[in-house]
C-alpha cells in the first residue's frame, strides 16, 4: 500500500512539473498572482497584497505566500510561480486516493486519481499559476473534515477526550481558514451551503447538528482573523476594513463583468471535466447503490458510501446553481465541482468493475463527446492554415482582424493529440460494451492524460503568440530600464510583471490618457494600445509611435 503512494505521487510529478517554465504567464490572472508574490519579496510586506505596489483588496495572502516561497527558491519566473500548484497536484491525487481507498477499496482509489490525471481541466489546472487548485483542496479537505467528524460522532465518541472528539472537526475549520485565506468568504459560503443543504435532507430533525456548525465555524474564522489580528498591530485597521467591503462587493456578483448564459458552467464542466464528467452523470441525484452492492458490503462500511455520494451530489449542485445563477463565464469559478464529478465518476466505473453495473447512457455519449473532442484539436492545424477566411465575422474590429493577420506556424502533428483521443476513447468505449469497465477506465483516462499533455507540448506556444506573444517580447526588452509602461484600452498584469517594475512615486493625475502624469517625468514613458484606444496617444504632445505589431500600438512618451 505505502508503494501504491509512491507511484502516485511520481505520476503526478512527472505529468505536472515538466515544462512548467515553457510558456509565459498568461494576462491575466496567472501574472496578477505572480506580480502580487514578486512585489511582496521586493516590499518585504507579506501582509498586505499590493499591485502595482498599491494595495490590492481583491486578493488574500496564502496563495501569494506559497508563490513568494517558491520565487524565493527558484527565482522569479514563470517555474517559480506555477510550481505551488504543482504540489499542489501532488497532495490532491495523494489524498483521493487515500480516501478512496478508506472508503472503498484501492481499486477506487486509483480510479479517483486516473480520474484526476485524465480529465482535461483537472489535469491542466494544476500546472497553471492561478489559486484555485489550492482554494479547492483546501475547501475539499475542510469539508471532508466535518464528514468524517459526523461518521465518528454516531460510532466512535464516547469516552474519548475532547481532541479525539473533535479533531476532525476543528481540521476541517481550519482548513477552510486557510481557503479563505486563498479566496476569500466564498470558501466558507460554498460550505455552509452545502452544509445547511444536507441538514435539510433530514428536516433539520438534528438538532445536534447546529452545534457542530457553529464550532466548525468558530474553527474556520480563527485562521482569517488572526491575519487580520496581524495586519491591524501592525499597520491599523484601514487595509482589513477595504478587504472586508471589497470582498463583500464580490459575494454580492461574483464574476461581475463577465456574464455568459445560464448554462456556462454546466457546458463548462461536462467537456471540461472530460470523460470523467460522463462517468459521473448518472451519480449527479439519487443513491444508485445495487442490491448486490449493499448484501456484499458490510453496514457501515455501505453507509459511508451512500453518505458521501449524498455529500458530494448536494456539492456539485451548489457550484453549479450557484455559479450558473450568476452566469459567470470564468470558467474556473466552477472547478470546485471537479472533486465531487470525479468521485462520482469514479463510482459508476468502480460499480461497474465489480457488479458490471453499467448506466446506458455512458455508452452512448462516451464515443460521441470524445470524438468530437478530439475531432476538434484535430482541426486546429486547419484552422491556422485557413485563419484569414474568418476575417470576414471579425469585420468590425480591428484588433482581431490583425490577429487573423499573423503569421503562426502550424503543422499536421499538431492534431495527433485529438487523434489520439479518439483512439483511446473509441478502444475503451469497446472495453466497456465487453464489460472490462478496468480496461476500459485505464484506457480512456490514459487517452485523456496524454490528449492535455501533448496539447500542451505541441499547441501553447502557437496559442500565446495569438495572444499576448507581441506584448510580452515588448515588455522584456525594457526590464532594467528606468522607464513606465501604461496599457491603454486594455486590462493588463504582464507589463508590472515582465518589465520588472519597480516602486515608483510619480505624481499621477487624470489627462484624459490613463497613466499620464502632468509636468515633468521621473523617467521615460511607454504606452501600448489597442488601435481602437490609440487615438488618443496619437494627438498627445510628445507621445510618438515606435511600432506596430499583431494588432498592438507602441507608444514613447517623452520630454521633449
Avoid at 96 to 121: E, I, K, P, Q, T
Avoid at 264 to 271: I, M, P, T, Y
Wanted: proline share 5%; charged share 15%; glycine share 8%.
Amino acid at each position: 500500500m505505502r508503494l501504491d503512494y509512491l507511484r502516485v505521487a511520481g505520476l503526478a510529478l512527472l505529468f505536472f512539473v515538466p515544462f512548467l517554465g515553457g510558456v509565459h504567464l498568461f494576462d491575466w490572472d496567472e501574472i496578477n498572482f505572480a506580480e502580487c508574490a514578486r512585489e511582496m519579496l521586493i516590499t518585504g510586506d507579506f501582509t498586505r497584497p499590493q499591485i502595482d505596489f498599491e494595495p490590492y483588496w481583491e486578493m488574500p495572502p496564502f496563495f501569494l505566500w506559497l508563490q513568494a516561497l517558491s520565487m524565493r527558491i527558484f527565482g522569479v519566473s514563470e517555474f517559480a510561480a506555477r510550481f505551488p500548484n504543482a504540489i499542489g497536484g501532488v497532495l490532491t491525487l495523494m489524498l483521493v486516493y487515500h480516501l478512496g481507498r478508506r472508503l472503498h477499496d484501492r481499486v477506487f482509489g486509483w480510479l479517483w486519481v486516473l480520474a484526476w490525471l485524465g480529465s482535461f481541466l483537472p489535469h491542466l489546472y494544476f500546472r497553471s499559476g492561478i489559486s484555485d487548485p489550492w482554494f479547492n483542496l483546501l475547501v475539499f479537505g475542510g469539508l471532508y473534515g466535518f464528514i468524517e467528524f459526523r461518521w465518528l460522532f454516531f460510532t466512535r465518541f464516547e469516552g474519548r477526550n475532547f481532541w479525539q472528539r473533535y479533531r476532525y472537526l476543528l481540521l476541517g475549520g481550519w482548513l477552510i481558514g486557510l481557503a479563505v485565506l486563498t479566496k476569500g468568504p466564498l470558501a466558507f459560503l460554498l460550505v455552509m451551503l452545502t452544509l445547511v443543504l444536507y441538514w435539510a435532507r433530514y428536516r433539520f430533525h438534528n438538532k445536534v447538528f447546529f452545534k457542530h456548525l457553529l464550532l466548525f465555524s468558530v474553527a474556520a474564522f480563527s485562521v482569517p482573523l488572526l491575519w487580520f489580528g496581524v495586519e491591524t498591530y501592525w499597520h491599523g485597521p484601514a487595509f482589513v476594513q477595504q478587504f472586508l467591503a471589497h470582498q463583500l462587493r464580490l459575494l454580492s456578483a461574483p464574476g461581475a463583468g463577465y456574464s455568459g448564459f445560464f448554462g456556462f458552467q454546466a457546458l463548462a464542466l461536462l467537456l471540461g471535466c472530460f470523460p470523467a464528467s460522463l462517468f459521473a452523470l448518472p451519480n449527479l441525484w439519487g443513491d444508485r447503490q445495487s442490491e448486490d452492492e449493499v448484501l456484499e458490503s458490510d453496514t457501515l462500511a455501505s453507509c459511508k458510501r451512500s453518505d458521501m455520494s449524498t455529500w458530494m451530489q448536494l456539492l456539485f449542485w451548489v457550484v453549479l446553481v450557484l455559479f450558473s445563477i450568476f452566469q459567470t463565464k470564468i470558467v474556473y469559478y466552477s472547478s470546485l465541482a471537479y472533486f465531487p464529478l470525479t468521485y462520482l465518476g469514479s463510482l459508476t466505473l468502480w460499480r461497474a468493475i465489480r457488479w458490471d453495473v453499467k448506466p446506458r447512457i455512458v455508452g452512448i455519449l462516451l464515443p460521441v463527446v470524445g470524438f468530437l473532442l478530439g475531432l476538434l484539436e484535430m482541426l486546429l492545424p486547419m484552422a491556422g492554415w485557413y485563419s484569414e477566411n474568418l476575417k470576414p465575422f471579425f469585420a468590425g474590429n480591428p484588433f482581431l482582424q490583425a490577429k487573423l493577420d499573423m503569421k503562426i506556424e502550424w503543422y499536421w502533428w499538431q492534431g495527433l493529440p485529438g487523434l489520439l483521443l479518439i483512439v483511446a476513447i473509441v478502444a475503451g468505449w469497446l472495453f466497456w460494451r465487453k464489460s472490462q469497465a478496468w480496461w476500459a477506465a485505464q484506457t480512456v483516462y490514459a487517452g485523456g492524460t496524454v490528449f492535455v499533455a501533448f496539447t500542451l507540448l505541441f499547441c501553447i506556444r502557437n496559442f500565446e503568440q495569438y495572444i499576448q506573444n507581441s506584448n510580452i517580447e515588448f515588455y522584456e526588452s525594457k526590464a532594467g530600464e528606468n522607464c513606465s509602461i501604461n496599457p491603454v484600452g486594455f486590462k493588463s498584469y504582464a507589463h508590472l510583471f515582465y518589465a520588472q517594475k519597480q516602486p515608483f512615486s510619480a505624481n499621477y493625475s487624470p489627462d484624459g490618457v490613463p497613466g499620464l502624469p502632468h509636468g515633468q517625468l521621473e523617467k521615460k514613458m511607454y504606452f501600448v494600445a489597442r488601435a481602437p484606444g490609440a487615438k488618443a496617444l496619437q494627438a498627445l504632445p510628445g507621445c510618438r509611435e515606435l511600432f506596430r505589431k499583431d494588432g498592438i500600438i507602441y507608444f514613447e512618451k517623452t520630454n521633449k
